[in-house]
């Protein structure tokens, strides 16, 4: 399929489920009333609920969707590993630690800035603490391990640091910091995270000659001028900013990164660069439509996202792990 | 709530604590009343702390000190704290353990075991029972005259305001951290329709306490959203829910309007949330018999 088709098609997607998102929600709007809503303005009813809690929403959920999914097809080919996801390998749990440390023990006093700061230096440090593994040594399996060894010591510290808060309150949010929500977020978070967001992409649409390269091993790619170290730092920070931002606001939601490139990468011509728009894109089309699901499966409580990813995407995980397996056979 | 209330109420009951111990040996009839009592729950806390004669009470749980859940945390200072647990109540062998049968099932059962009595109360969710809660009360720490003004003051006080009430009545919801509300059978509903308000969460069809959705309280605009206030606690962000921009477009009166854990407890303290929510309808939607007084 040519790229272009294929990112018109994707952003068909995006579009549709992010009007549906918009339609959807406990206050039965209609998709006109919804529509006018936004557009006009004004003070009435819907026009709040619409532009201060359903567009935060799903501009949320397609900006994380896509640095999601981004992240993971720049993991993936940056490794040269197909189960390199930020949330597998424990960039997510870190981030989510990084910002419950300095949010919950008001370290940073009670403000909402917390989030992001402490978020951006756990999965910074998650992602460096990772890459100095891969570059050590390249096993598949070393690198899977370490993640989970990091997601489930990041998991058990989130969960310690909010049992310990003085507020009783605290530790019902273990399972936002788990599995992701994106109820009632606001504007204010997306202002918090879309910068940080953005900046993330770029960085990482920096570096897409360098994966390209890097596919034809390392000494071809250092052979073709490739400055390793710079590409290296590049990816980091880049994934660092975007999915730490994304767990700022939304808590550490896991499979995205990792079933989105591997479901768009029969329709790209396999080179890695050509992978990452259409992840993106594939990302936020994603989670738009899960968090829609969420809201209409149990629409009073409301499921948390992350149980929808993770219900789809750990039994492509296994079959992954299945496939990869007799691969390697 | 204002300091000289407090200290108006503490005196008040300060000088039937003295009438009542004086008279406490003519009321017989049942078993000698205990000595030592320990209170291991901050709903009975509440009750015994308002009946107990001096000395009586020989300590209450540590939740009753604080300030966010507690509304009689600064009588709690007076008393020595225990964290429900069955180790401290051997050490301190009372006459008497009053508990919740919400709670402490195990060391329930454990004190019961080496013989030290125990009382549960079990708090149903409605203002009509705390009148029955403060005389039991009375009748287990032999404090009957007291609990008896107490609870004669209470329904007198309750059906004052509940005789007062006109249609149509003001809608009310009570936003709590992560959005949730209380809905139909819980006591701060009970407190809600006896101060004349409609409560949107159990009209919504809530039961319990439950989530109530952002949107619907856009939708539904009520005249008064109680949120809590809690600026000195640790944050969390479900505290952040309901400062949602979105509420800032409405007209309704959004505030703490009652101290933190105001209708935590079917105590006797309930009364001023009811007279303090009844005073706001009346500012809000005044009844024309209320008007013209």
Redesign the interface.
Known sequence: MKPAALNLGLLGLVVLFFLVSLAV???GLGITDSITGIIAGG?D?GG??MR???LPRAILALAIGFTLGMSGAVLQGFLRNPLAEPGLIGVSGMASLGAVIL????LAG?T?YALPAGALLGALIAVALLLALAARSSSTLTLILAGVALSSLAGALTSLVLNL???P??S??II?WLLGSLK?R???HVWLALPLMITGWLLIALSGRTINALSLGEEAAASLGISLPRARAMIVLGVALGVGAATAVAGGIGFVGLVVPHLLRPFTDGVPNRLLLPSGLGGGALLLAADTVCRVVL????LNVGVVTALIGAPFFLWLVVRTRREAA | MSDGRWSALQFLAGAIVMAGAALAPDTAGAAEAPQRVMSLNLCTDQLAMALAAPGQLVSVSFLARDRSISPMWREAQNYPVNHGLAEEVFLEQPDLVLTGTFSQHNTTHLVRKVGIPVEEFDFAMTLETIPGEIRRMGDLLGQQEKAEKLAADFSTSLEAIERRQCEPKPTILAFEQNGVSPGKDTLADSVFRAAGFRNLAAEAGLVGAAPFPLELAIAEEPDVIVVQSHEDDAPTLGAYVPQHPALKHLQSRIDAFLPPGSWACNGPLIIDAVKRLAELRQEIAPCPAEASR
Do not use: K, Q, T, W
Not at chain 1, 103 to 106: D, I, K, Q, R, S
Not at chain 1, 299 to 302: D, H, L, Q, S
């Open positions: 929600g406990s206050a003070s009813v709040i609920i201060e809690i359903r949010f919950y023990l008001g009670n909402l808060s003085p507020n309150f605290a019902y949010e936002f009632d606001s504007m204010e629409p009073a409580g409301e």
